[in-house]
């Protein structure tokens, strides 16, 4: 019989609850509005030529490098930041390599750094989520090969400093350091460019968030030239689809479109965390399009009540460290103003009183 490799087959299966989501979808951290009209339009003109031939990557890539002030040869476009994840485990992981992994963060890490056979390690986040730098820079030895850092982090919208951030880099010169920023457009701080200070730095950017673009699947991943020529000969020439690679440039042209979105999510995000301390709920300041709370015992009820009433949000109780948590995402300025009227209706009525949530 068939089996897959042993490393695959104690793979822990990740299944995101993807059926049945219907309603105000605040349970992904996706764009709850959608793309620019201006993607629209350009879908609108797609043609079976354009669907017959295969997608040209590269002058798309010149494009995006313009955009984020690289150069072309630092950049590779990929299906998603989820491809862009693979490809550098695909890179540089062999068997036995290990691999750091602060958790909780985004499951992807450990499903494409596990499959090559690595050691994972996971090292708990430290207090109040905050990147446990020293603990990291601890466990880093010569077999560490990758250390993956969502920035700001997901479920907890944690973020670490630019200099923790170079610090753990420089300290690991033969692990590739993936500084995934998929929330970047949310908190404003990037370490665009600095792989050429530190050439095992790699930062990925994706279109699946504030540009509304997840059912398309494209990201970005960059890094130092020679680095990432290793990377492109593990990618096919064709990861990216032509009806993606023909949006992006209108995407990325209607800077107001997404700048408005991200005002408003930013806002949205400030009301809610205002609104949470008002009732005593605990939760994590954060630095993207969503926050993390804690419900404690009430929180299946919660995430049932707000089903009950439209409102999709997502139960991160399984996480490590996140016992009786949710994660709400924020949209535009009517769906917070939706999701507060909600949650205001929601809390007595699941019997949460501010002493039961405290920690
Ligand atoms: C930290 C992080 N990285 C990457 C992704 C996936 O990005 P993409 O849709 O570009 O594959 C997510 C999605 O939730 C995420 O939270």
Redesign the pocket.
């Known amino acids: 019989m068939l089996n897959g490799r042993k490393a695959v087959r104690t793979l822990p299966v990740y299944h995101p609850p993807l059926s049945g989501r219907n309603g105000l979808r605040l349970d ?2 996706e764009n709850t509005v959608g793309c620019s009209p201006r993607v629209l339009a350009r879908l609108r003109q797609i043609g079976v030529e354009e669907l017959a031939r295969y997608p040209e990557r590269e002058p798309v890539e010149a494009v995006v490098a313009g955009y984020l002030k690289v150069k072309p040869e630092e950049l590779l476009l ?8 693979h490809l550098i485990c695909e890179t540089y992981l062999e068997p036995d390599d290990e691999v750091l992994i602060v958790v909780p ?2 499951s ?1 890490y450990e499903i494409f750094a596990r499959a090559p056979g690595t050691r994972i390690i996971n090292i708990p986040a430290g207090v109040n989520f905050s990147y446990p730098t020293h603990t990291i820079l601890r466990h880093i030895t010569p077999a560490t090969r990758l250390i993956a850092i ?1 920035n700001p ?2 479920p907890t919208g944690a973020a670490a400093l630019e200099e923790e951030l170079m610090l753990v880099a420089r300290s690991a010169p033969n692990a590739a350091v993936l500084v ?1 920023e ?2 970047f457009e949310f908190h404003g701080h990037t370490l665009l460019g600095k792989w050429r200070e530190l050439p095992n730095l790699f930062v ?1 950017h ?4 504030a540009y509304g673009l ?1 059912g398309l ?3 970005v991943l960059m890094g130092d030239a020679q680095q990432m020529s290793a990377v492109r000969r593990v990618a096919s020439p064709y990861n990216v689809n032509s009806v993606a690679l023909a949006c992006l440039p209108e995407a990325l042209e209607d800077e107001a479109y997404v700048a408005h979105y991200v005002n408003e999510v930013c806002d949205g995000r400030e009301r809610l965390q205002r609104e949470l301390q008002n009732l005593g709920i605990p939760f994590w300041p954060s630095r993207a399009n969503f926050v993390l709370m804690r419900m404690g015992e009430a929180n299946a009820g919660f995430v049932q009540a707000m089903r009950d009433r439209g409102i999709l949000v997502r139960d991160r109780s399984r996480d490590p460290g996140c016992e009786g948590c949710v994660r709400i995402t924020l949209g535009s300025l009517e769906q917070t103003d939706r999701l507060l009227a909600v949650l205001r209706e929601v809390l007595p009525k699941i019997g949460v009183t501010v002493q039961e949530v405290r920690p």
Not at 78 to 83: A, K
Not at 206 to 209: E, I, V
């Open positions: 992904f951290n990929t299906n998603g930041v989820d491809e862009a994840i963060t985004f992807m969502a982090n997901n995934d998929a929330y990925a994706t279109f699946s968030k997840a699947r494209a990201g």
